[in-house]
């Protein structure tokens, strides 16, 4: 196991990264073990997931509905756990949810994660750095360069629901940086007949309460304690239904 010392030479955000990430302990956030240095990267060393990222574990095609919902309830258990602690991940989206052998979500790569102050507020991440396929995840008020609270990972992680449920990304047909500013400034939101899916069929529900997770108004989404307990109610009801 490698040691974290002697971080002063590496950069305030990577420095920042380490120190954030290191205290961390929840069976949904990827541990993180030490960093090395391999000339010239700088290596984080967390433990080995096999089934890499959500994208990629997906992308075989024989992941039910039933274990889909279920990793983005253990990926809303990930957020509740680090937004009791005061902190914003502010990059959830498929590539940073890693899959473990047993089909288990861990949540990681906290390179943009703040603390958040006693108001539970924190400045917005840059928008230099988000790359496109971080942009369609980030919710208006980090394009509009607020103050951004734990509402904007409930944003974010709805939008991670639609990709797994749907296998689309948001908003597939903007693929350029400045499209897609305008289109999240403006608070557009996803259209339930462009991410056909047998999960929303299943769960009607379940597109109300993400359009609830997208609000253009952050104090209108729910927190993260108050989403897992939607979602455990409406599997509830289903496994009742099945029974009946």
């Not at 010239?40 to 992308?59: F, H, K």
């Not at 230099?128 to 509009?144: G, I």
């Not at 400045?178 to 009607?204: C, H, M, Q």
Request: glycine fraction near 4%.
């Amino acid at each position: 196991m490698l040691r974290l010392e002697g971080l002063a030479g590496l950069g305030q955000r990577f420095e920042r990264q380490i120190n954030l990430w290191r205290t961390l302990n929840h069976p949904n956030i990827l541990a993180l073990y030490g960093w090395c240095y391999i000339d010239p990267d700088i290596c984080l060393v967390t433990p080995w997931l096999e089934n890499q990222d959500a994208r990629n574990y997906l992308a075989r095609g024989n992941v039910s509905d039933e274990h889909k919902l279920q990793i983005t309830i253990e990926i809303a258990q990930g957020l509740k756990y680090l937004h009791g602690r005061r902190l914003l991940h502010a990059d959830v989206q498929p590539s940073n949810i890693l899959i473990d052998k047993d089909g288990h979500a861990k949540l990681g790569d906290f390179a943009l994660a703040k603390a958040l102050d006693s108001n539970e507020r924190t400045s917005p991440t840059s928008q230099s750095s988000c790359d496109l396929a971080s942009l369609r995840y980030q919710p208006p008020e980090v394009m509009q360069e607020e103050d951004v609270t734990p509402a904007a990972d409930i944003y974010s992680w709805a939008m991670t629901f639609l990709e797994i449920a749907s296998g689309a990304q948001p908003f597939p047909t903007h693929t350029n940086v400045p499209r897609l500013l305008n289109l999240i400034r403006k608070a557009l939101v996803p259209i339930l007949e462009d991410y056909p899916s047998t999960l929303f069929a299943t769960y009607p529900q379940l597109w109300t309460l993400l359009s609830s997770c997208w609000n253009q108004e952050p104090t209108a989404r729910l927190s993260a304690a108050d989403l897992l307990q939607s979602l455990n109610q409406l599997k509830s009801q289903e496994n009742q239904s099945d029974n009946v």
